[in-house]
């Protein structure tokens, strides 16, 4: 659940009641609005940041309780380093920053969107917007008791202050269905594995409906009437019936190719009859991180009319290990005709994603393929939770990654493909076997399992989000489990590359 509030922009004022937070730079100098608006208290800011040996360097921060000169209760004053050096995403982290410094009992703050040459650019003020409102998120619906200093205020108001309001609200607008992307895919990780099933996930994705995305749900008939048997293998051992769900949204030319997108939804994964030691096992719960980035990216590319024809696609199964289910050794015919041997059950998101790639490929022909998973562990023992890693086969959809990752802050890490990590997957029994067998390489061999069900024209990027997706670092924009990774990233890619 979002955090209850409400964001808006205003005109240069200092408030009312409430915090008031504004920005200097290395030397503690203000922009004329911001100078104008702390009138008197301009002098008490200077004598508390000699105390406290404030200089306006970027990340500390300079606070004050009920300010002589001022109607709000407390200042805020962060600095910005040079602010002559501030990239875009500064802006989003600053705005993240100033909204951490709003305590969760106070109902007003205004945050004054200048620097010291001058009010920030409609775009900036924008991001900063953008990043006080991926700060305020909180998932708390299933706490019913708090200790009275925990509760936060019932409604939060919290008025980003500009040159000019309308230019800033229309700058604003993409970004705000694109955080709104990021908060539902936030939400779909964090809720509980006995609320968020195969069937309740397909469920809220129809939701998009209403935005205009196009949604079909596949059954569990039209899973095997389809041949998708290395997904249905996953889920057969769960009493849930396992789905695949369709999403388009057609804002591009009529008739041209779709971007298509993958997901890996695995609503729970104890590992099967390879069955998870006991000890954080509750964390599979986010083990669909991939197909949440997917739901919320449509959501966020029907939100600002993206003009581009795009393809989401998740598979959602849970692995449980009853009766039922597929036993190492196991052999399953995908829906490409490729056989596979089972070797062990808790490789299991490749199966998905293998049968649900082939499925995009062959009916919508895509201009290309990204798929996302939390896949494997052997990724965070490679690139820890900085980095999410990066396989393809085309480097140009890889440069593109690579870059909208870094102007996002959704870093990405080219790792290798190669035969000689094929050999590895190759099997006695079948076309191939689903996991090398080896603690070396693990993230390179699942990788190589995808790509045999890419063909050979498709350009194809698989990111390993495993130590991004949930239960990542915490950030300025983040003080969630569940990330909402990708999904900034994967809007960006589209955004700069794929809209005309």
Not at 46 to 74: I, Y
Not at 253 to 275: L, Y
Not at 386 to 399: H, K, P, Q, S
Not at 407 to 415: D, F, I, S, Y
């Amino acid at each position: 659940m979002t955090d209850v509030l409400k964001l808006g922009f205003g005109p240069f004022a200092a408030p009312a009641r409430g915090t008031f937070i504004v920005f200097c730079d290395d030397g503690l100098k203000f922009g004329p609005a911001t100078r104008k608006a702390l009138g008197a208290a301009a002098d008490l800011v200077s004598r508390a940041a000699k105390a406290e040996a404030f200089t306006g360097k970027s990340g500390a921060a300079l606070e004050l309780v009920v300010p002589e000169g001022l109607k709000a209760s407390r200042l805020v004053v962060l600095g910005v380093g040079k602010a002559a050096d501030l990239k875009p995403r500064d802006f989003v982290k600053l705005g993240g920053v100033a909204m951490g410094k709003v305590r969760a009992k106070e109902a007003e703050a205004v945050v004054f969107a200048e620097l010291p040459s001058g009010p920030m650019k409609p775009e900036q003020a924008a991001e900063l917007a953008e990043g006080v409102r991926l700060r305020a998120y909180a998932f708390d619906r299933y706490k019913t008791k708090r200790k009275e200093d925990e509760k936060p205020a019932e409604k939060r108001t919290v008025t980003v202050a500009v040159g000019d309001v309308a230019t800033a609200r229309k700058a604003y607008a993409p970004r705000e269905a694109v955080v709104g992307g990021v908060l539902l895919a936030r939400d779909l990780v964090n809720e509980p594995a006995n609320v968020l099933f195969p069937e309740e996930f397909a469920r809220r994705a129809q939701a998009l409906k209403k935005s205009g995305v196009t949604v079909e749900v596949l059954n569990l008939a039209a899973l095997k009437k389809l041949g998708m048997n290395a997904l249905l293998g996953v889920g057969q051992g769960s009493t849930r019936e396992s789905r695949v769900v369709v999403m388009r949204w057609n804002g591009g030319r009529k008739g041209e190719a779709p971007v298509a997108f993958i997901g890996k939804g695995v609503c729970f994964d104890t590992g099967g009859i390879s069955i998870k030691p006991a000890a954080g096992m509750e964390d599979m719960k986010g083990d669909m991180g991939g197909a949440a980035c997917v739901t919320g990216l449509m959501q966020a590319l029907a939100g600002r009319k993206a003009k581009v024809n795009a393809v989401g696609i998740i598979g959602l199964v849970e692995n449980m290990p009853d009766g039922n289910a597929q036993r190492p050794g196991d052999i399953v015919k995908s829906m490409s005709g490729q056989t596979i041997e089972i070797i062990n059950t808790d490789a299991e998101g490749r199966l998905v994603l293998g049968d649900v790639i082939w499925y995009a490929q062959q009916r919508f022909k895509p201009k290309f393929i990204v798929d996302l998973a939390t896949l494997t562990g052997a990724i965070i023992v490679a690139l820890g939770q900085e980095y999410a890693g990066l396989f393809a086969n085309n480097d140009e959809l890889a440069e593109q990654l690579a870059k909208v990752g870094e102007a996002t802050g959704e870093k990405v890490w080219r790792m290798p493909l190669g035969p000689e990590y094929d050999k590895m997957i190759d099997s006695k029994f079948a076309d191939m076997k689903n996991t090398g067998g080896s603690r070396w390489g693990g993230a390179i061999t699942a990788a190589q399992f995808i790509k045999r069900f890419v063909d050979d024209k498709t350009p194809w990027a698989h990111l390993d989000i495993a130590g991004t997706g949930f239960d990542s670092r915490q950030s300025d924009i983040n003080k969630s489990w569940g990330s909402g990774w990708g999904v900034r990233m994967l809007d960006q890619l589209v955004a700069d590359y794929y809209e005309k």
